[in-house]
């Protein structure tokens, strides 16, 4: 991967190469400490995978070459290191960061970023299409305490500090502790606390819900309907999936799966209304979900199970197959797939013997 570190400070450019050297030798970093040689950087040694730029250099902000640098590499990952975080929600807004590290940034941030660089060279889209990724004008935040709580999940700290930190926020508390007692997960014992929640949901299940309920939180008037109306939907879906899994004979850890996949197929939804025409036009919302779930650090195979309008994944990755199938169920008008979509399910369902276990399901339900 190459990467690119923009700073005018020269000590902050050897402690940055120094400790992403030391996390992957097999890097290609470059460094400019003058801004005004972006461009220039990038015709000598080629289109960065990262670009880390400092927030605040003389006479050129990082907003600014962040900004210019959309539009010059837009597929690549744009990071911001500052030592000032109050201006974190407006920039991450405009998409002009993807990441932004504080200093003294941390190795297990740094991590993170190299992390979600290799998860989104693997996604299964074209260079037009990652280029529109890049460029879209805005993507959904995901606010600071909720990043912390998801960092203390993906850490596996002790579920009692995990708790506590969730019971600070009672909205969240409540969100879990109903979600824990829904059709979707089909138990037949209430419970009361954030820990049995915890407990019961997974770790999986708790970040996907969190993350749900921060966007629908945080969306501006003008959307909450839309964000309310697109998290309803992925929440049926999840709930049609614990019943189709059933009549499968998945496992646990399959259902599982294939309803997490379900939740999070709201992103796309959420992110296409906040988009113009022209900043969507080489793009779906299941490409979407892709991309903002492989940058936040979800799994390869979850990311790419968002992928139900291609061919190539519907043979390929059961679980994609199966989204899709519950998608045909959920949606049946079929408004924004493509032509040949529910034919090319339907023949992947056919060669996995189970469209006839899927098409009595389906006659079962009426959405």
């Not at 049609?240 to 309803?259: I, N």
Request: aromatic share 6%; charged share 25%; proline share 3%.
């Amino acid at each position: 991967m190459k990467v690119l570190l923009v700073d005018d400070d020269q000590l902050i450019l050897r402690a940055l190469k120094r400790s992403l050297i030391h996390l992957d030798n097999t890097l290609e970093i470059h460094v400019i400490d003058d801004p005004l040689k972006l461009n220039e950087a990038i015709v000598e040694h080629g289109t960065p995978t990262i670009l880390f730029s400092d927030f605040n250099m003389p006479n050129y902000t990082g907003c600014a070459l962040l900004n210019d640098a959309k539009q010059l590499c837009p597929e690549a990952l744009r990071c911001l290191l500052s030592g000032d975080m109050t201006t974190d929600f407006s920039l991450q807004v405009n998409n002009q960061a993807h990441f932004y590290l504080a200093k003294p940034f941390t190795k297990s941030q740094l991590q993170q970023v190299l992390e979600a660089a290799k998860q989104l060279e693997k996604l299964p889209v074209g260079d037009i299409a990652r280029k529109a990724l890049g460029q879209l004008e805005q993507i959904p935040v995901v606010s600071d305490n909720i990043k912390d709580i998801l960092r203390l999940l993906r850490t596996q700290e002790r579920l009692a500090v995990v708790a506590d930190k969730l019971s600070e926020n009672g909205a969240v508390s409540a969100k879990l502790i109903q979600v824990a007692n829904s059709a979707m997960l089909g138990f037949s014992a209430s419970i009361s606390t954030v820990e049995d929640a915890v407990i019961r949901l997974g770790v999986d299940f708790v970040e996907v819900i969190l993350l749900s309920y921060d966007l629908e939180n945080k969306a501006e008037s003008s959307i909450r309907e839309h964000v309310v109306k697109a998290n309803r939907k992925a929440f049926q879906k999840a709930i049609l999936a614990r019943d189709f899994a059933t009549r499968l004979g998945l496992e646990k850890r399959q259902t599982e799966q294939l309803q997490l996949v379900c939740l999070l197929s709201a992103l796309g939804d959420i992110t296409e209304r906040v988009n113009s025409d022209e900043a969507l036009k080489q793009l779906d919302r299941t490409i979407i979900s892709a991309y903002l779930l492989s940058l936040w650090g979800f799994s390869e195979i979850t990311a790419k199970s968002q992928l139900v309008f291609d061919s190539t994944q519907l043979a390929e990755n059961k679980l994609t197959l199966m989204h899709a199938a519950i998608e045909l169920v959920v949606d049946p008008t079929y408004e924004d797939c493509p032509k040949n979509w529910p034919a090319d399910v339907y023949k992947q369902l056919f060669e996995r013997n189970i469209y006839d276990n899927w098409h009595q399901w389906k006659n079962e339900f009426s959405i």
